[in-house]
């Protein structure tokens, strides 16, 4: 027995001392493609911290994405530095947040550099907080503590279309949702974690642990060797795991599925998304919605297989979505105007915007933006005279109950932003 367990520890010793080195001697990106991918936590999400690792700093060559290790795929040095909340947010940036976005990828700025992301690139024009709450949705910013007091001025809601569906708001089952002793135990182990360097750093490491970077990394790149040796011995063709443009320039996520008409109603979102609005705006917050194009909906005449003209659900959703008196981006518009332009709004080998799409949404959202910041008169000159009337109707009682009854067909237009 005991020359069994020797040979066991003798058999087991190599992978304990690589085990070792990884998680004591060598960077915490020694074993991944992206920043992203080194610093996501994966077993502790929202318990102690926010999506990624915090107070972390990492500079690297990145590759990798949906196509990054393919004939497309594109090496960029990229920069992301994480905030004591584990947030995209370096912990110079300025606080508190006028400005919190609550956003998806997009918003982290997959496969960009830590100052062409959106909340960087909005608090240089700003020149004011911006707080970027992502990946998250709604119901954390609900249940988020430190955005209780000061409360910001806006919450903008950057949301790529493919998740538009998934916005859900009801503020009784939230609140009844943070009385559950779970979540209030989340609550404070979030704020023992934010006093306590110890703490974060203990929880950090059992991640690491968890995660076995290493053994994923070595799997990777031994397929991708194989896949390298059969295309070179047998004269194999490359695949892709995405739908790869018609004119070869690029790859997508979903592909012609993403042209589809969605599975959900719109009315009902947009109800849910007017009862946020307000609720927001009871606590002294303006709410701007931005819907974020899919790389389909903007390149439709390079997706394999559509044959279709331009998609409509979007410029839809978005002249509904202003109807009921939301103040929305038209950012959509401003992207076919300017894919005119020859330079690409998306990443090559990834479905996320680049720098290019990125600046011109600053340009588009950063005026309404800036009002609210300001103090401007709230909704009123956004929304138009007919969103007055709908004011009105709220003062009796009757704004949402109008909303639902009409199915947000019959309130006015709302000009353009």
């Not at 190599?14 to 077993?43: G, H, I, N, Q, Y």
């Not at 809601?157 to 009844?176: N, V």
């Not at 998306?346 to 300001?374: C, F, G, K, M, T």
Request: proline share 5%; hydrophobic share 40%.
């Amino acid at each position: 027995m005991k020359r069994l367990a020797r040979n066991l520890f003798l058999f087991s010793l190599p992978l304990l001392v690589l085990e070792f080195c990884e998680l004591f001697v060598w960077p915490l990106d020694e074993f991944t493609f992206r920043p992203w991918e080194a610093l996501v936590a994966t077993s502790f999400d929202g318990a102690v911290t926010g999506p990624f690792y915090p107070d972390r700093r990492i500079e690297m060559v990145e590759q990798g994405g949906e196509a990054g290790h393919s004939s497309l795929g594109v090496r960029h040095r990229t920069m992301f530095e994480t905030d004591r909340f584990g947030y995209r947010r370096a912990a110079s940036e300025r606080d508190p947040a006028t400005v919190v976005i609550i956003g998806d990828s997009n918003t982290v700025g997959a496969g960009l550099d830590q100052n062409e992301t959106l909340a960087h690139r909005l608090e240089q024009e700003l020149e004011t907080g911006v707080y970027p709450f992502a990946p998250r949705r709604v119901r954390n910013f609900h249940h988020e503590e430190r955005f209780r007091e000061p409360r910001p001025r806006v919450v903008l809601l950057a949301t790529i279309e493919r998740y538009l569906g998934k916005f859900e708001f009801d503020e009784k089952r939230f609140d009844s949702h943070a009385e559950r002793i779970d979540i209030r135990l989340r609550a404070a182990l979030h704020r023992a974690a934010l006093d306590s360097a110890a703490v974060r750093n203990l929880v950090v490491f059992q991640d690491r642990v968890r995660k076995q970077a290493m053994v994923h990394y070595a799997v990777a790149q031994i397929r991708r060797s194989a896949d390298r040796w059969m295309m070179n011995s047998f004269g194999l063709e490359e695949t892709f795991r995405y739908p790869v443009a018609t004119d070869q320039s690029m790859v997508f996520l979903e592909g012609a599925a993403a042209l589809e008409p969605p599975d959900w109603e719109t009315a009902p979102l947009l109800e849910q998304m007017v009862e946020f609005r307000d609720w927001l705006e009871r606590r002294g917050t303006q709410l701007v919605f931005m819907p974020i194009p899919n790389k389909e909906t903007v390149y439709y005449d390079k997706v394999p297989g559509y044959t279709g003209g331009a998609p409509a659900f979007l410029t839809d959703f978005i002249a509904r979505a202003r109807r009921a008196g939301i103040v929305t981006i038209d950012l959509l518009s401003a992207y076919r105007a300017a894919r005119e332009q020859s330079d690409l709004l998306y990443l090559v080998d990834d479905s996320h915007w680049n720098a290019r799409a990125v600046n011109i949404a600053v340009a588009e959202v950063a005026p309404q933006l800036r009002r609210a910041v300001r103090g401007a008169p709230e909704s009123v000159a956004a929304r138009g005279q007919v969103q007055q009337q709908v004011i009105g109707q709220r003062a009796g009682g009757q704004a949402l109950a109008q909303v639902r009854a009409e199915r947000v067909h019959r309130i006015g237009p709302q000009p353009r932003l």
